[in-house]
């Protein structure tokens, strides 16, 4: 009886029936406007473009990338570094440095008198390949001048005239000889500098030897967004037809560096952070012991080396991609259907996401 009565209703408004399902038809298709679209995702409650950048904005530091490494470091780089950040300092008022890097008032005296060699021999060799320069002109010159006597000769008609171009080849061959003999001996002389500016060289390294410092790290890198600071005119909304956002943020950036103490620690498995790797004090003095500021500052180098080899393998490219897909995706979460993403540069400049 109820399927009877159900059937006699479709068939008196069969019309009614038909237009429901057209409709649920187009619907489905995405070819209603939203306002027209029931099954459509009506308006969220934070599609108000300030209550959105709150939102975003909570987010904070997004990291999208991280980059796991081993570096290491040792303390001559950290004295070669302070030679030119602390110039003045070191010029002026160099004690308290001093103090605080024990090696370093050694390693300058060593590092200048060493530079003094580098630019003195620089000068040499400078000198030196400029002279093998005029030295092959002038053996060009000499065989040119040389094949010409020689057919000036055999063409020469008059025995007076001959004898007199043969003196002149005479004398060309003895200036070949002399120029010879003078590029052998200034050979030889800079063979001799090139020989004990070597050993200069090995002995200064030597030298940083007797009282090193190196430590291997191990850490990683974190790189991302920070969307603390968005702004209002960084987000545009649009929910005319289907819900549209449109967000410029900041490019990727180096969020965080860390190595700890322990880089694994696992019962079965334990690495350090950080290892010390070579401690050569050239002393048993307590005056040449390391001081913590040394320590610490190899260590720092470590981190600053592990920084910049993320980014060369691409960290801050990673990031970059990751950043634009988990945003992509957040936001198809929060009920969006179109999502345009876009970086801009630090002179708010627009980086195209393509």
């Keep these: 009886m109820i399927f009877l ?26 070819l209603l406007p939203r306002s027209l679209n029931v099954f459509k995702k009506q308006r969220l409650l934070i599609d108000e473009t300030p209550i959105v950048v709150k939102e975003v904005r909570e987010i904070g530091e997004l990291t999208t ?31 308290a440095l001093y103090e605080n890097y024990p090696g370093l008032e050694r390693y300058r005296k060593d590092a200048r008198e060493f530079r003094a060699d580098e630019l003195f021999f620089k000068n040499k060799s400078e000198s030196y390949e400029l002279f ?3 030295y092959y002109l002038k053996l060009e010159d000499y065989r040119s001048k040389e094949l010409e006597l020689k057919k000036e000769i055999s063409s020469s008609g008059s025995k007076s005239e001959r004898k007199k171009l043969e003196r002149r080849l005479s004398d060309l061959k003895d ?16 063979n001799k500098d090139e020989k004990a500016f070597r050993g200069k060289k090995i002995d200064f390294r030597k030298e940083r030897k007797t ?18 600071g968005l702004t209002d005119e960084e987000i ?20 965080d560096v860390d190595i700890n103490p322990w880089f694994i620690y696992t019962e079965k498995k334990k690495i350090k952070g950080f290892e010390l790797f070579i401690a ?4 048993m003095l307590s005056s ?12 720092h180098k470590c981190k600053l080396r592990l920084e910049q080899n993320a980014i060369e393998k691409g960290l801050l490219r990673n990031a970059k991609s990751s950043a634009s897909s988990t945003l992509v995706n957040f936001f198809h979460l929060l009920g969006f259907d179109k999502v345009k993403i876009n970086f801009k540069t630090s002179d708010h400049q627009v980086v195209l996401n393509n």
Aim: aromatic fraction near 14%.
């Design 5 to 30: 009565t159900i059937a006699n209703f479709i068939k008196k408004y069969w019309f009614i029936f038909l237009l429901i399902i057209v409709y649920i038809l187009i619907a489905g298709l995405n």
């Design 65 to 95: 990338s991280e980059f796991y490494g081993e570096v290491y470091a040792d303390l001559n780089e950290v004295y070669n570094e302070m030679l030119v950040e602390f110039k003045d300092s070191l010029n002026f008022n160099p004690t």
């Design 132 to 134: 093998l320069t005029e």
């Design 175 to 190: 200036k070949t000889i002399e120029e010879k003999k003078a590029f052998v001996k200034r050979k030889d002389n800079f």
């Design 211 to 228: 009282r090193n410092l190196v430590y291997i790290g191990r850490g990683w890198v974190k790189a991302g967004v920070n969307l603390k």
């Design 236 to 255: 545009f909304i649009d929910d005319s037809d289907s819900l549209y956002i449109h967000i410029l943020i900041p490019e990727p950036e180096i969020l």
């Design 280 to 283: 050569k004090t050239g002393s």
């Design 288 to 299: 040449e012991n390391f001081t913590d500021v040394e320590i610490n500052s190899v260590k």
